[in-house]
């Protein structure tokens, strides 16, 4: 049976996710060696999730093409669709394994300077038993924690929750279930 769907057409180029990749002359290899990119990428996804460019788990065709020109405009690197997309999902899969680390965790400390978690050497044990990727989190958490939350926490499936800093127990502050 034929699609009733109209062929998608597409001019010097390929197209990716109803997007057109137009290839640039250079078509030089992604670089993601330095933090100030994916910094920048970070920050041009958070504003296109703010101005409802991503109504879901992914972009609007408009979006994504604010994407790769702003990311051009303020790196000088023209990558394509393809190039920042997989960073997209390496940025992805880096949350994804934070907020595994994390979640459902109850009693941890929290380091505003390193931004990581305080707790036992026993506990990391059994974590790095669970999964020895998440030992990379042990010295310094995610750098750019507060714009992969925007990105990431309503796409990856984890019953992940924002860390807050860690407030000692006091009459003051605990809340009642009671009705």
């Known amino acids: 049976?034929?699609?009733?769907?109209?062929?998608?057409r597409v001019v010097q180029g390929t197209n990716v996710g109803n997007v057109d990749v137009i290839?640039?002359?250079?078509?030089?290899?992604?670089?993601?060696?330095?933090?100030?990119?994916?910094?920048?990428?970070l920050k041009i996804c958070v504003e296109e999730i703010q101005i409802g460019n991503?109504?879901?788990?992914?972009?609007?065709?408009?979006?994504?093409?604010?994407?790769?020109?702003?990311?051009a405009t303020r790196t000088g690197f023209s990558?394509?669709?393809?190039?920042?997309?997989?960073?997209?999902?390496?940025?992805?899969?880096?949350?994804?394994?934070?907020?595994?680390?994390?979640?459902?965790q109850i009693g941890l400390g929290w380091d505003p300077i390193k931004r990581t978690v305080l707790?036992?050497?026993?506990?990391?044990?059994?974590?790095?038993?669970?999964?020895?990727?998440?030992?990379?989190?042990?010295?310094?958490?995610?750098?750019?924690?507060?714009m992969m939350e925007i990105c990431f926490k309503d796409i990856v499936a984890t019953g992940y929750m924002a860390l807050v800093p860690y407030v000692e127990p006091s009459s003051e502050n605990e809340v009642s279930n009671e009705r």
Not at 26 to 41: E, F, G, M, P, S
Not at 54 to 71: A, C, M, V, Y
Not at 90 to 98: A, H, M, P, S, V
């Open 119 to 146: 707790t036992s050497d026993d506990w990391w044990e059994r974590k790095r038993q669970e999964n020895p990727e998440y030992l990379k989190w042990r010295n310094e958490g995610p750098k750019f924690l507060d």
């Open 23 to 41: 290839p640039s002359e250079n078509n030089i290899k992604a670089r993601w060696d330095d933090t100030n990119t994916d910094q920048i990428v």
């Open 79 to 104: 990558y394509n669709h393809k190039q920042l997309k997989n960073r997209w999902d390496c940025l992805k899969k880096e949350f994804d394994i934070w907020a595994k680390l994390v979640e459902h």
């Open 54 to 71: 991503r109504p879901h788990s992914h972009f609007t065709k408009e979006g994504l093409k604010n994407i790769l020109s702003k990311f």
């Open 1 to 8: 049976m034929a699609s009733k769907l109209p062929p998608r």
